[in-house]
């Protein structure tokens, strides 16, 4: 019998799973935001109290920046890319629940850029221009490699709108 925790932890997913699901609405098409792009930073992050010690956040940065290049994407490091003109910043979020009979865990790609407000060009502001999330479910052991097969399917999804945007 499932016990309270678990039943709220399957609770949340299913919620979670019906927004990721359903994506933003009225979403303007993001592959435009990407054209002309020069560069990236790349800005890993874990939310959770789970020890991915097989995974530590440098070494997923690593394996990203590495796709990002392999596909012709110049990488800059965070600091340049937070002092560019035109900053632009790839930014992985990695959120993991532990429960008693799985770990849940959500992963979402984001870019950062700067934007100009149409109504006020003089109002300039950092803005998420390109994202996309999932949701997923692992079994009791470490998800560490899972973790990271996917994280590195959802940068292909980057990379592929950027080459679509950006076709010579």
Same mark, same amino acid.
């Given at each position: ?24 609405a009225?979403? /303007?098409?993001? *592959?435009?935001?990407?054209?002309g792009?020069? +560069?990236?930073g %790349?800005t890993? !992050?874990?939310? !959770?109290?789970?020890?991915?010690? =097989?995974?530590?956040? %440098? *070494? ?5 920046e590495? +796709?990002? *290049?392999k596909?012709?994407?110049? /990488?800059? #490091? ?5 002092q ?7 930014? /992985?979020? /990695? =959120?993991?629940?532990?429960?008693t ?19 006020n060009?003089? #109002?300039?502001?950092?803005?998420? #221009? ?5 949701? #997923? &479910?692992?079994?009791v ?7 990271? +097969? ?7 999804? &980057? ?6 945007? =950006?076709?010579?």
């Amino acid at each position: 019998m499932l016990g309270k925790r678990s039943v709220a932890v399957l609770a949340l997913v299913f919620i979670l799973g019906v927004l990721v699901v359903a994506g933003p609405a009225g979403a /303007v098409n993001e *592959r435009d935001a990407l054209r002309g792009l020069q +560069e990236v930073g %790349v800005t890993v !992050s874990y939310d !959770s109290g789970v020890d991915l010690g =097989n995974l530590p956040e %440098v *070494r997923l940065q690593s394996d990203v920046e590495i +796709e990002l *290049r392999k596909s012709g994407i110049r /990488v800059s #490091t965070k600091d340049a890319a937070s002092q560019a003109q035109d900053p632009s910043i790839l930014y /992985v979020h /990695v =959120n993991l629940l532990k429960s008693t009979m799985m770990y849940v865990y959500s992963l979402t790609l984001q870019l950062d850029q700067r934007v100009v407000l149409k109504r006020n060009p003089s #109002t300039q502001i950092i803005a998420t #221009t390109w994202e996309t999330s999932s949701l #997923t &479910f692992a079994g009791v052991r470490d998800p560490s490699e899972k973790i990271r +097969e996917h994280t590195l399917k959802l940068v292909d999804k &980057f990379v592929g709108d950027y080459l679509k945007a =950006n076709q010579r």
